[in-house]
């Protein structure tokens, strides 16, 4: 097909980036959008010149002239968009996590089954450039074995009315979480979970996890919710690894490009989504755009896959698990 005809369930901020993220995607084409909030849906859609506005998910998932459908919405409102559209048998790209219940991501995961479509899960570090170069350095055997990973994202205390919804280590360390089990290429067999509440937040905005994984190595992933806002930082992203043969360190944000103004400092992103002459490049793109090439070519996504998003589910809701019950948590069974 020439081009891959997408609708979009969810308008709010990270939904307008795959939209700007898209315009720069050669072989796509958003037809419709849908929120709840429908000023807003309308909004984006006279922004960028998109043709549809739809009252519901439930309508623009069964359109019949779109190819694939793609789910921005919160976290906890994944399960119904997706398994929506896979049953009208639209290609599905949806955002992390999976779901935040394990009984969703297996209804999801069988459901694409069943539909013959594809469900590709938004876990945009494995199309970041640092952290795909690093895994070649891994596949290559140049570091060795690995012996430890410490792989952190922490956040401005601003962002805590927005995100603090959901569960920062489903929120927010699923990607680190991802990550390791990308690296390593094996289960983690025990977890430990520590978190903490410095402001007065519905879920920890301090939080630390210790993943034991078979074979020995051991992960730390790391989420604060503090950053001053002041500072002109807005995200800390980073990967310490260190192997029997060698250490590597990725600092994703803030990166080394940085810009003193009138009006403050400001560090500006160029990891996932930047912006250059006006193009959006990075992992975001890059990301959708080998979605739209799967759908476009009709072949099942290889960088991530549906059963890896929901391992990494499951491996956060144990870190939860055990930092509520303050005690370690064993993942023994699996998938």
């Not at 949806?94 to 013959?116: F, N, Q, W, Y």
């Not at 905005?205 to 001053?228: K, N, R, S």
Request: charged share 25%; hydrophobic share 40%; with cysteine.
């Amino acid at each position: 097909m020439d081009k891959v005809r997408l609708g979009l369930v969810g308008c709010g901020l990270f939904g307008e980036r795959h939209l700007r993220a898209f315009r720069a995607v050669r072989n796509a084409e958003i037809a419709a959008v849908f929120d709840v909030d429908r000023d807003r849906a309308r909004l984006m859609a006279a922004e960028f010149k998109i043709p549809r506005v739809c009252e519901s998910y439930q309508e623009i998932c069964t359109l019949p002239d779109l190819d694939a459908v793609d789910v921005v919405t919160s976290e906890e409102a994944h399960a119904d968009p997706v398994l929506t559209a896979l049953s009208a048998g639209k290609h599905v790209f949806v955002e992390k996590p999976l779901a935040i219940e394990i009984d969703d991501c297996t209804r999801m995961i069988e459901a694409s089954c069943t539909a013959g479509r594809i469900l590709m899960v938004g876990h945009i570090l494995r199309f970041e450039t640092k952290c795909l170069m690093l895994k070649d350095e891994l596949d290559s055997g140049r570091l060795g074995e690995i012996v430890s990973i410490h792989s952190w994202g922490n956040r401005p205390k601003t962002l805590l009315p927005r995100y603090g919804r959901t569960h920062p280590v489903l929120e927010n360390s699923i990607h680190d979480i991802d990550l390791m089990l990308w690296y390593t290429g094996k289960p983690v067999r025990r977890v430990r979970g520590f978190g903490r509440r410095v402001t007065t937040t519905m879920h920890p905005d301090t939080f630390w996890g210790v993943l034991e994984f078979e074979g020995g190595a051991v992960g730390i992933v790391e989420t604060i919710w503090l950053l001053p806002a002041a500072a002109g930082i807005g995200l800390d992203d980073g990967v310490q690894l260190i192997g029997t043969a060698g250490t590597a360190n990725i600092q994703l944000l803030p990166g080394n490009y940085n810009v003193l103004r009138e009006t403050g400092y400001d560090v500006p992103d160029i990891s996932y989504d930047p912006s250059v002459a006006g193009s959006v490049r990075g992992a975001l793109r890059d990301e959708l755009a080998y979605f739209c090439d799967c759908v476009a070519d009709n072949i099942e996504p290889s960088v991530i896959t549906p059963v890896e998003a929901k391992r990494a589910v499951r491996v956060a809701l144990a870190l939860i698990e055990s930092a509520e019950a303050e005690r370690d948590v064993d993942l023994t069974e699996w998938d």
